[in-house]
């Protein structure tokens, strides 16, 4: 899933040759290309696509705490401790 940023013929593509299902709506310059070539838009899951928003919100929450957001521990095993303590404490809080 990405948003329309990443809806170039050649991402598509890249994701196609690896067997990847696109969930990216298409720009309005692209569908008017497509009208005006006669071509049938990309399929595009809208549900699929508004349970993306769940995942954007959790590393907003995530981001919100600093040691997080500036990488203050360069270790990865100790990051990983960082984001488990700040995802639990997100989660107690909900």
């Known amino acids: 899933m990405a948003d329309k940023g990443y809806s170039a013929r050649g991402f598509r593509a890249y994701l196609r040759r690896r067997g990847i299902k696109a969930t990216i709506p298409e720009r309005t310059d692209q569908l008017a290309g497509r009208a005006r070539r006669?071509?049938?838009p990309c399929?595009?899951?809208r549900t699929a696509y508004r349970r993306r928003n769940v995942v954007e919100r959790c590393f907003h929450r995530l981001k919100q705490w600093r040691a997080i957001a500036t990488r203050y521990e360069k270790r990865p095993d100790r990051y990983l401790a960082a984001i488990t303590l700040a995802s639990t404490l997100i989660w107690l809080d909900a």
């Open 43 to 45: 399929g595009f899951d």
């Open 38 to 40: 006669r071509e049938r």
